[in-house]
């Protein structure tokens, strides 16, 4: 198994672009998270689904959007890139919640 | 929502001495603590975790103890070794926008272990 499986893993955007972060797992789980981690940060969750077809937002949803129609992926997007958006971008997974998740090795993303 | 406060922020112990980490958390409903180790540059990997109908839970060099009543809970690792520097996060069930899946991550601790 792979696992939690992040593309790109390095990315540099310029101002207003817009790019999907890609997040796969093979584990079969039900849940996914994306975080985002700046720099000597803890981790704040973004959005999240809980199965296919449904998604809710977390702490920090503003400027992002995600979809989810397979139980396998579940990508992020960025429409405007701005500066704010800059940091380490973690997808996880979980059977359940309240579950260990298992998070992939990230998506290092710079907005110039 | 949750909130999660952990300190201290950076701690230092001599090799082969015990590290303790200590965090808070404002949801009484809040009941799934994991322990997260995260290596520079590296994925944050699960080292332990705690449900809120168990006081204490060991796995060979590392604990976890909760306390319910006062919302905290704490890490400790006994006879440091040098692979156990990193960066150490606890989080708590919930999240700060307010729903009750996801999870809410202290600031994380800087644990320096001192050849």
């Known amino acids: 198994n792979a696992g939690v499986t992040q593309t790109p893993k390095f990315r540099i955007l310029k101002i207003g672009q817009s790019m999907t972060l890609q997040c796969a797992q093979d584990?079969?789980?039900?849940?996914m998270y994306w975080y985002r981690q700046d720099p000597g940060m803890g981790l704040k969750l973004i959005y999240y689904s809980v199965g296919a077809g449904i998604t809710d937002k977390g702490e920090v949803p503003n400027g992002y959007n995600v979809s989810r129609s397979t139980t396998e992926d579940f990508p992020l997007r960025l429409e405007l890139a701005a500066p704010s958006q800059t940091s380490v971008y973690f997808c996880a997974s979980s059977y359940m919640s309240n579950q260990p998740q298992h998070f992939g090795d990230g998506t290092r993303l710079s907005i110039l | 929502g949750e909130n999660v406060e952990q300190h201290p922020s950076t701690l230092s112990v001599q090799e082969g001495d015990s590290a303790v980490i200590k965090c808070t958390y404002s949801d009484s409903a809040s009941n799934y603590f994991p322990w997260y180790k995260q290596e520079l540059g590296k994925r944050p990997q699960l080292i332990i975790d705690?449900?809120?109908?168990?006081g204490e839970k060991k796995d060979q060099r590392i604990a976890v103890t909760l306390n319910k009543t006062a919302k905290h809970f704490s890490l400790h690792i006994t006879e440091t070794q040098p692979e156990d520097s990193a960066v150490y996060f606890c989080?708590?069930?919930?999240?700060?926008?307010?729903?009750?899946?996801?999870?809410?991550f202290g600031k994380g601790t800087h644990l320096i272990i001192q050849p």
């Open positions: 989080a708590a069930s919930g999240s700060s926008g307010g729903g009750a899946d996801g999870l809410t």
């Open positions: 705690i449900r809120s109908n168990v």
């Open positions: 584990m079969n789980h039900n849940y």
